[in-house]
């Protein structure tokens, strides 16, 4: 996301807050639609809530450091479940969750994982296809800003063969998607806010306006992210699979002498990687964790006389071929331990990934 359009995110949130822009339920301020481009389309203005790639057979996947969830459809031809992920709840009420080819241009920007994602939905069938559909977002703070993210996108017949129609309020217009995403920010006055996807009219095929909704993302504009996440494939660690939010570490707690399985993860073969621990707690942002010129958190307490790495701080082996390993082990004894892996990746402005952190309680 470029440093202009978080200036404007910036701008208009704090414009929002001088002049009490708090009514019963805020009108979304919809940005212009932009054609879909690649993973560089994804924000990552404030702290992500909740993020889906939507349709069945979707997969998770990580965009920009951003990790959109599967959808947890159980099939088509039914009204489609919500979403819940980190306390927030997506309930996108279609009545269609498909895998059929919606993508069929070449990867955007080259990734295939981005066409993937854009080849499933959610939307409306024949016959209710030009039905509004309300949908909601739950668990939000009342008075923090958030911005919305959504991705419409059917290319089979080019621009404007298919398009969906947006709004905060169902017959209210808004934004029209063929091939785009779209964000809007919004104040949260109630722990629930709806938009629409519809009315529909339009589209250059006849009848074929379509409610369709291939990815969807909510950040918190107002929180400041406090642990590291697995958001980058090149560093990933978590203990018997648990894993935290950028408001709450990761901690596992297991009895003495009971296995539990390290699972670490990266994308970056061949390149220096290593694990640090100490026995000292975490540390969070707000208590003055260091921070990359690229924003990711380091929580182990650098000041801790115990902290360590298995290779001298990246002085040991590159990363194999294999994206993951896993590693059972126990304990015999009660501690507690701090854990957080570092591994090169000439692809982030600071040069390494960061994964999430561990705390391991053994009693």
């Not at 965009?63 to 819940?84: A, S």
Request: glycine share 12%.
């Amino acid at each position: 996301m470029s440093v202009t359009r978080k200036t404007r995110v910036w701008l208009l949130g704090s414009l929002l807050t001088l002049v009490g822009f708090a009514p019963a339920q805020t009108s979304i301020i919809w940005n212009a639609p932009v054609p879909v481009s690649g993973p560089n389309d994804v924000s990552t203005v404030g702290v992500g809530a909740i993020a889906v790639n939507c349709g069945l057979g979707s997969s998770q996947a990580t965009f920009n450091g951003v990790t959109f969830l599967p959808d947890p459809t159980p099939g088509n031809f039914i009204i489609q479940p919500p979403i819940t992920a980190n306390g927030y709840t997506l309930d996108l009420p279609y009545n269609r969750a498909s895998s059929s080819n919606f993508w069929t241009s070449p990867a955007p920007s080259g990734s295939t994982t981005m066409g993937q994602a854009l080849d499933t939905a959610r939307y409306l069938g024949p016959g209710s296809n030009t039905a509004p559909v309300t949908c909601t977002i739950s668990g939000l703070t009342v008075g923090n800003f958030y911005e919305i993210q959504i991705w419409s996108a059917d290319d089979r017949g080019g621009p404007g063969w298919r398009v969906s129609n947006w709004a905060d309020t169902c017959g209210v217009a808004g934004p029209s998607l063929s091939i785009h995403s779209v964000t809007g920010i919004f104040s949260a006055t109630s722990a629930s806010r709806t938009f629409c996807n519809g009315p529909q009219t339009g589209g250059a095929q006849p009848g074929a306006a379509y409610n369709l909704l291939n990815m969807i993302q909510v950040r918190d504009l107002s929180a400041t992210p406090e642990y590291q996440t697995n958001a980058f494939p090149g560093a990933s660690l978590d203990i018997n699979g648990v894993q935290g939010t950028n408001q709450t570490a990761a901690t596992v707690t297991i009895p003495t002498g009971v296995p539990a399985t390290l699972n670490l993860g990266s994308t970056n073969a061949g390149q220096l990687w290593d694990l640090g621990s100490g026995l000292a707690p975490l540390i969070p942002a707000s208590a003055g964790a260091l921070t990359t010129s690229d924003g990711q958190i380091v929580n182990l307490d650098i000041a801790d006389p115990t902290l360590g790495f298995w290779f001298n701080l990246l002085q040991g082996p590159t990363w194999g071929p294999t994206t993951s390993v896993s590693a059972p082990f126990s304990l015999s004894f009660a501690t507690g331990v701090s854990l957080q892996m570092i591994v090169v990746d000439p692809s982030l402005l600071s040069g390494v990934a960061l994964s999430q952190p561990v705390r391991l309680i053994v009693q």
